[in-house]
């Protein structure tokens, strides 16, 4: 890419990940989706937990900093972050379920890396970084070398090479890496292998385009069913036959032996038992990065599934459609034979058209026949003077509305929930009592389904009392018969 002031004017505008970097809120976004996505390999959340993880980081945030710092809700700051405007977040649904699901874009992982890439390093290899690129250069050289015997030349030298080493390790001279050569190679392992689960959310994606943009010519198609086809199995071809395309069916492939699977296994183990990598105190997860490398593979994998899945339900209606067409053409050339045959000996042969064919011709529209412009009626407005009325309306009731302040009632279900792990809505009710009555009620009802996790006891119901007013004064109790709520941390 050329680095020019357009094209750099332009990422900066438009690219996600330039706009998160710019933004004010993000040091929040960056840690919070590092923390939630990066970090433990997640590759989609719902987004009820997804929520509620940023409602805990939201509440520990205004601790320090104050309650007015990120005075939003959780959820709304989600779904701003999921805008095409900012890019950030992909929201979508399932396939047969009606909740919202949330997940990385490969602009935001690609800014989260570089912020990763800005803290300084203790320890920075390099002999490793050279030795992989003179071994890719001897690949190259020797994979593109078309001359039988200059392959054969260079696989004798790589076996007297070898057979040196075994010469040489039976006299017992036994070369072994000494520890700042195993923390520069395993620290090469590690910046590769995070590259390659940024590289899988890339590959996705462009999966993902691909069969959006199928999804639109499916339901904007006016042509032939063929053409159709072609045009999509086209690009499917295309992708499949990519250089990029044929690196993930590789790679899959190759993770997808056993035999590598239990051979990575053991590598691993061996490598995280030696102490100069167990000073270096990796992640945990290092262990299963393999499996991580499979998951993240899946989901590439899934998403071809759905675009054949979408291309397999078009074809079912395309042929249901046409086959009730011709279904209907038979039996209607059934009846009328039948109601031919019915007719008397004297009345036979018909007279008269007994079947009509639409003849084939050309449909000609001359220039001249089309209608011409006519535009349109504009209407008059007449200006007239508004004049008041004598009639005595009493307007109170227009200012005569309940607000249910449902921030206020969140914090109560947090503060109770801070001292315990879950809370009926009953006892809520009791440490804080209803002052609005049946509406403030439906409200905690309507924030233990958005905002907090709840769960309903079906065969343990209670009974909810509270207090109101009546128009004469009067103090009165009211109660509500309804299944146990109980909220959860």
């Known amino acids: 890419m050329n680095l020019d002031f357009t094209t750099l004017d332009t990422l900066r505008t438009h690219h996600p990940a330039w706009r998160l970097l710019r933004s004010d809120h993000a040091p929040l976004v960056a840690s919070f989706l590092h923390r939630v996505f990066v970090a433990p390999n997640v590759r989609v959340m719902a ?39 900012k890019g950030w977040l992909r929201k979508f649904y399932k396939t047969g379920t009606d909740e919202a699901q949330f997940d990385l874009t490969p602009a935001t992982e690609k800014a989260i890396a570089w912020l990763v890439q800005l803290s300084e390093r203790q320890f920075v290899g390099t002999e490793s970084r050279l030795l992989t690129l003179f071994d890719l250069l001897r690949q190259m050289s020797e994979g593109s070398e078309a001359d039988p015997a200059k392959r054969l030349a260079e696989l004798h030298k790589r076996r007297a090479e070898i057979d040196d080493q075994i010469v040489r390790i039976e ?49 904007l198609w006016t042509g032939s069913k063929g053409e159709l086809l072609e045009a999509i199995m086209g690009e499917r071809d295309a992708i499949s036959d990519s250089d990029q395309g044929k690196s993930f069916r590789a790679f899959w492939d190759f993770l997808l032996s056993s035999r590598r699977q239990e051979e990575l296994t053991d590598l691993l183990e061996k ?97 001249m026949e089309r209608p011409l412009f006519t535009p349109a009626i504009k209407p008059v407005i007449a200006s007239l003077n508004l004049q008041a009325g004598d009639e005595d309306v009493d307007a109170g009731a227009l200012f005569d509305q309940i607000v249910v302040d449902k921030a206020q009632l969140a914090r109560h279900i947090r503060h109770a929930l801070q001292s315990r792990s879950q809370i009926n809505l009953s006892e809520l009710v009791k440490l804080m009592p209803l002052r609005q009555g049946l509406a403030e009620l439906v409200a905690y009802l309507q924030l ?42």
């Open 47 to 85: 987004a009820a937990d997804l929520a509620e993880a940023l409602e805990d980081e939201l509440y520990a945030i205004r601790l320090q900093l104050g309650s007015t710092t990120f005075p939003k809700r959780a959820a709304d700051y989600l779904n701003d972050w999921a805008t095409p405007d």
């Open 171 to 219: 006299a017992g001279d036994v070369f072994l890496l000494d520890d700042t050569a195993v923390k520069d190679r395993f620290q090469q392992f590690m910046q590769g292998a995070r590259e390659l689960l940024t590289d899988f959310r890339e590959v996705e994606y462009n999966f993902r385009q691909l069969d959006r943009r199928v999804r639109e010519r499916i339901a």
């Open 271 to 367: 490598v995280l038992t030696l102490p100069a990598v167990a000073d270096m105190k990796p992640d945990t997860r290092t262990r299963r990065v393999h499996y991580d490398w499979m998951e993240a593979g899946e989901h590439t994998q899934r998403t071809v599934a759905q675009l054949s899945q979408q291309l397999r339900r078009f074809l079912d209606d395309q042929a249901w459609l046409e086959n009730r067409r011709i279904m209907d053409i038979l039996q209607g050339i059934e009846s009328k034979s039948l109601a031919l045959r019915t007719l008397p000996n004297k009345a036979w042969p018909p007279t008269g058209s007994v079947m009509e064919m639409d003849e084939f011709s050309a449909g000609i529209e001359l220039a």
């Open 448 to 489: 233990g389904c958005e905002s907090f996790r709840s769960t309903v006891d079906e065969d343990s119901p209670e009974t909810i009392y509270w207090k109101v007013v009546s128009a004469s004064g009067e103090s009165l109790t009211r109660s509500a018969r309804m299944p146990r709520v109980i909220f959860l941390r």
